[in-house]
């Protein structure tokens, strides 16, 4: 068995399984001579990774942590690692070393997968991969506010804010109600996307199921709801402006980008003459200068958070609309005609 591919599944499902309280440190993998399957799960989530390997009969449970630890140590020169039961333990070979892991006893657990439900496919699932990081770029992190440390699923839009910034996109799934998913879980959903041939995703009443296909593996994830109230975030979105200003990506990028913008709030101004970027409201401290089409007003001079901006825009190729009202209103920009990132001013 590929010893990076274990890793790198097991690591994926410890951080879908360990967002609450409630997780326990198990990992139950059940082995025979057509495949290895790897289950976890907790109250909110359960995860799955079927490889094609041929292997030992067994059935066995360990701790997940520890099965994460020892698939990170020295790899072997083929990167192969043999896995067997051997008593009350589970050995495993990475490379030249012996891993001893002790079996949990009964009942074993978690039960696996008896039913996929099959959803909208995305092959590949590079547009899939795009969505979520847009929307997890500006997620909050801080699992102690868990009511935005998560993604709104809505029945048109996905929605993520931090409280500086709020992603809004079109959403790629097909969703009849609003559902709250946390952050950590679709992170580890994307990063298993990386490589994958195709995905099928399923929204149901209070979860959303992932099957990710690899040309070696398959993973399942089940990822429900949590219990929490988003907050209004349409009240945040700037309805009026008074200057609109179009540029392309790669310019904004790039002036953004500039050695001389030593920190990083940026100050963003809009004249007659285009859009200036600085470091402070001061034009002779302006070190970057875009030329735009200004298409309604000018003299605008706000400050941002430049690092805000530029994860707006990456991966993005194109033109951005760029709406202000005054230095004290968020700016909205419109990507497309799907995405929307709203970026709330800074003091400088």
Wanted: proline share 5%.
């Amino acid at each position: 068995m590929n010893q990076y591919d274990l890793y790198r599944a097991s690591s994926a499902m410890r951080k879908i399984s360990k967002g609450n309280e409630y997780y326990e440190d198990k990992l139950r993998i059940v082995s025979n001579e057509r495949s290895v399957r790897l289950c976890s799960t907790d109250c909110d989530s359960h995860a799955e990774t079927v490889f094609s390997y041929a292997a030992p009969m067994f059935d066995v449970t360990v701790s997940h942590r520890m099965f994460v630890k020892a698939m990170r140590c020295k790899k072997s020169d083929s990167n192969s690692v043999d896995m067997y039961e051997y008593g009350d333990v589970l050995r495993i070979n990475p490379g030249k070393l012996l891993v001893e892991l002790p079996i949990i006893k009964q009942p074993k657990s978690p039960k696996p997968f008896e039913h996929y439900p099959d959803g909208k496919e995305f092959s590949p699932p590079s547009t899939l991969i795009n969505v979520l990081n847009f929307s997890l770029s500006s997620a909050c992190t801080d699992e102690t506010r868990s009511h935005i440390c998560s993604v709104l699923f809505d029945s048109n839009c996905m929605v993520s804010t931090d409280g500086n910034r709020i992603h809004i996109q079109s959403s790629v799934i097909p969703i009849e109600k609003k559902l709250l998913i946390p952050f950590n879980k679709l992170s580890a959903v994307s990063s298993l996307m990386y490589g994958a041939t195709k995905t099928n995703v399923c929204a149901q009443d209070e979860s959303i199921t992932f099957k990710i296909a690899k040309p070696n593996c398959e993973h399942f994830i089940l990822c429900k709801e949590i219990n929490a109230k988003y907050p209004p975030y349409e009240q945040a979105v700037p309805k009026d402006y008074i200057v609109k200003a179009i540029v392309e990506s790669d310019i904004l990028r790039m002036a953004l980008n500039d050695k001389q913008l030593k920190g990083p709030a940026t100050c963003l101004q809009i004249n007659e003459y285009g859009i200036k970027i600085g470091t402070s409201h001061d034009t002779k401290e302006s070190v970057s200068t875009i030329l735009s089409s200004v298409k309604y007003g000018s003299g605008l001079s706000t400050g941002i958070d430049k690092r805000y901006l530029l994860e707006a825009i990456s991966g993005y190729r194109g033109l951005v609309e760029i709406y202000a009202n005054c230095e004290l209103d968020p700016i909205r920009l419109e990507l497309d005609t799907d995405r929307t990132a709203i970026i709330m001013p800074m003091r400088l």
